[in-house]
């Protein structure tokens, strides 16, 4: 078997590594589900899985636009388009979702999780309405879901990268769709696993829950994307 | 609830199993065959959603039917090109597979994430399962076979219709439930509109088929057109039975303050 060879170990080691990347992501993410939608909780107003996985997705884009354009790039250069991709794609959802929240809701952006915002020292307990979990999307919010989605995105590149490297040989033009469809798999399966973790809801990397959750969270997602590494490789096995 | 009879878990398990893999293995001499094959997984998928997103997963149910056909296709494109040499035992491994990625999910889920759900580990083994032959399915009606080099790389991966039946696969099986859940909530009724989320999809699987194998995709779309049109009249049917046991208390009555 080609198993032991170590560049194969240290191979599957960077899916494990990208899967716990986007598991990661996940976590700094500000994530309001339904009562979001309402503006009764911090964050934006969707699951956890739509917000991972569709900064993912554009981060997975715009890495292999990088790949496509320059086969020869190395690796930090393809995880770099891809964060870069992610972050802004979740920063303009972020920013739109803002405005509405802002003049359209009409409510103060406050976390109800922390009495002072770490980054801008606002008080933010004052600001919460009655009955609510805070309201928007919080300085701290905002840098800490760009900061996790960067991750996110740096994750999808890595595991598109480490496929490429695999398929690219055996099929060539065809590489592209099947790691990229393999890739989006990884993605779901990972940005699921932390969403059950955090129940749903999660603000940000200052969110108490944080800490509470993130260790078991990202333990599970190692084992079960190294899993996914070993059964990517065994596939490339299949296609000479 | 107790006194209506719904069908076993089990019975719709050999239900969805069954059906799924003869489908697929028929799929080379009758490509119609495949997407029939996906709709029985369907069915059987959307129950194994019903029974675990009854408890209340805390992130809506769509995130289940997404973990599914994320677990599915990875299982699918393995079992698919490790049995290059005996293309007969593909779909069986791709199964077997899937069922072992979704057990270890479902322990890690139960075990280490703590989420306090008894049937968990049971049925995100049989979500993956069923996601798995989903994929297997529908792609096998879009390329006319199941051989991942040959067919299934240039005919659905190559122009994207994989991405389609990855999406609209896990719609169709999260579907029924995420619009069915309530109180009142029955499982033949679910079932019904499982049977026609899964046939809307075979009807699109035919268009698809219509580019790839020409005049045999406009019998799989017409075929899924009908099953629709059928299991959307149950399905409404059964949400009318269901709604004449719905009783209206009239107002609130008035009372002098």
Redesign the interface.
């Known amino acids: 078997m080609v198993f032991l060879d170590p560049q194969t170990l240290i191979d599957i080691l960077l899916i494990g590594l990208s899967g716990t990347l986007i598991c990661l992501a996940v976590h700094f993410i500000p994530v309001g589900?339904?009562p979001a939608a309402m503006a009764q909780a911090t964050g934006i107003g969707t699951?956890?899985?739509?917000l991972a996985?569709g900064s993912g997705l554009v981060g997975l884009i715009t890495s292999s636009y990088m790949y496509a354009y320059e086969p020869n790039a190395s690796m930090p250069l393809v995880m770099a388009a891809g964060a870069l991709g992610a972050a802004v794609m979740l920063a303009s959802t972020m920013l739109a979702g803002g405005l509405i929240y802002a003049y359209g809701v009409a409510v103060p952006f406050a976390s109800a999780q922390v009495k002072k915002d770490p980054i801008t020292g606002e008080r933010q307990d004052i600001y919460v309405s009655k009955g609510t979990q805070g309201q928007g999307i919080p300085t701290i919010c905002f840098v800490s879901g760009v900061v996790g989605s960067a991750l996110g995105g740096a994750g999808g590149g890595l595991i598109y990268f480490v496929l490429m490297q695999y398929y690219s040989p055996l099929?060539s033009?065809?590489a592209a769709?099947?790691a990229g469809?393999?890739t989006?798999?990884?993605?779901?399966?990972n940005s699921?696993?932390p969403?059950?973790?955090v129940?749903?809801t999660i603000e940000g990397v200052h969110d108490p829950k944080f800490r509470r959750?993130v260790p078991?969270?990202v333990?599970?997602s190692i084992?079960?994307s190294m899993?996914?590494g070993i059964?990517?490789i065994?596939?490339a096995?299949?296609?000479s | 609830m107790s006194e209506i009879k719904e069908i076993s878990p089990n019975n719709l398990v050999l239900f969805g199993l069954i059906g799924g893999l003869i489908g697929v293995y028929l799929s080379p001499t009758l490509p119609i065959a495949g997407a029939l094959g996906a709709i029985c997984a369907v069915i059987w998928g959307a129950d194994a959603v019903r029974r675990v997103a009854k408890y209340g997963l805390g992130t809506g149910v769509p995130s289940i039917g997404q973990i599914a056909l994320g677990m599915g296709i990875i299982a699918a494109m393995f079992g698919l090109a490790i049995m290059k040499s005996q293309p007969l035992a593909g779909p069986v491994v791709a199964v077997i597979t899937a069922s072992v990625i979704g057990f270890v999910i479902g322990w890690f889920a139960q075990n280490v994430i703590k989420m306090k759900i008894p049937v968990m580990i049971r049925c995100m083994t049989e979500i993956a399962a069923s996601g798995a032959i989903i994929i297997l399915g529908y792609s096998a009606a879009v390329a006319g076979n199941y051989d991942f080099v040959n067919n299934l790389i240039p005919l659905v991966f190559d122009n994207g219709v994989i991405l389609f039946i990855f999406w609209v696969g896990a719609v169709a099986m999260l579907h029924p439930f995420n619009a069915c859940l309530g109180p009142d909530e029955r499982q033949k009724r679910m079932l019904y509109l499982a049977g026609s989320t899964g046939a809307s999809t075979m009807a699109i699987v035919g268009l698809a088929a219509i580019m790839t194998l020409g005049a045999s995709g406009a019998i799989t779309m017409l075929l899924g057109i009908v099953l629709w049109l059928i299991f959307y009249k149950k399905f409404w049917d059964e949400v009318y039975n269901d709604a004449a046991s719905v009783v209206g208390t009239g107002l609130i009555p008035k009372t002098e303050a």
């Not at chain 1, 699951?47 to 739509?50: A, I, L, M, N, P």
């Not at chain 1, 989006?184 to 399966?189: E, L, N, P, T």
């Open positions: 589900g339904a699951g956890t899985v739509e996985a099929i033009t065809s769709a099947v469809v393999f989006m798999g990884v993605f779901y399966v699921v696993i969403s059950y973790g129940g749903g959750v078991k969270d333990f599970t084992v079960v899993l996914c059964v990517a065994l596939i096995g299949g296609m």
